[in-house]
């Protein structure tokens, strides 16, 4: 073909074009082994021959081009477009077939091959399946920042926890030394983390001397704690956090509390990753 040899009409060609499309559509779409780029080679190759025959029966003058340029054109505007990188069409088809007296044109095809393709459909052929499912993470954006951050890394472990057979007495005394609002309430012989005490929660009996040695831990405490493992992923921590409006949440594994996350060390990690993941931009 591109040297020429193939001299079968525009009706052919096109039928052709058509049923190659038609062949890859069915296997691609019946989960048949394959792929598209040897498929877009024949595909564009053929267009820009029937294009070339076209031109030739408009105006015969034209038929001193060589079609196996024509061709070539096709091949690299169809890769082009469908990769959505020009460079990539242009030089994988001229180290291909070594047709660099065609450079200038497979420029200028490759370029607004691109450019059509992409005001069309804005990612390439092989991301819009990650488009499609949300699983494309490029550099900067919220998911990608998120994604590269652990809950391991935001754990607090500066928590001081209590038991829930714990008078208020003894309690009062860890609270004159804890610099933190919220104390995680732990079973005195398992260890299992069992609630969540807040300095609100003690309010109302914290003046009240009399119900220091008459008030356990285990009766205020608030059990319906929403709890994050080191294996949640942080996206939906951190909409967790907005939706019950919560500034942090206790890490519990196994049963264990494993400490606290926090939304301020959560967003001054994402800050921080952030700049790295644009620095080089």
């Known amino acids: 073909m591109i040297n020429g040899t193939f001299m079968q009409g525009i009706g052919i060609v096109a039928l052709l074009v058509l049923a190659k499309i038609v062949a890859t559509s069915l296997t691609l779409g019946t989960g048949g082994s394959g792929g598209i780029f040897a498929p877009s080679l024949v595909i564009g190759s053929l ?96 998911a990608r920042v998120l994604s590269d951050m652990s809950i391991e890394e935001l754990i607090e472990t500066d928590c001081l926890c209590v038991h829930q057979n714990m008078l208020l007495r003894d309690f009062i005394d860890i609270v004159k030394r804890s610099r933190r609002n919220y104390f995680p309430v732990e079973d005195d012989r398992t260890g299992r983390f069992l609630g969540m005490i807040h300095l609100d929660d003690i309010r109302p009996y914290m003046f009240n001397i009399g119900m220091y040695d008459a008030l356990m831990l285990g009766q205020i405490m608030n059990t319906g704690v929403d709890v994050v493992t080191a294996e949640d992923d942080l996206t939906e921590v951190l909409q967790r956090m907005d939706a019950r409006r919560l500034f942090s949440m206790p890490v519990v594994s196994n049963d264990r509390f494993m400490g606290m996350i926090s939304k301020a060390t959560l967003l001054d990690q994402y800050r921080k990753e952030l700049m790295v993941q644009t620095s080089g931009e």
């Open 47 to 142: 267009v820009g021959l029937a294009y070339h025959r076209a031109l030739v029966f408009m105006w015969p003058t034209v038929g001193w081009v060589n079609e196996g340029c024509f061709a070539l054109l096709g091949m690299a505007g169809l890769i082009s477009g469908m990769l959505q990188a020009p460079l990539t069409g242009i030089y994988l088809i001229v180290e291909i077939t070594g047709g660099y007296e065609v450079m200038l044109p497979l420029i200028i095809v490759s370029a607004i091959s691109t450019t059509a393709c992409h005001y069309i459909e804005p990612v390439s052929f092989y991301l819009k399946e990650l488009v499609e499912k949300g699983q494309l993470l490029r550099p900067g954006t919220d």
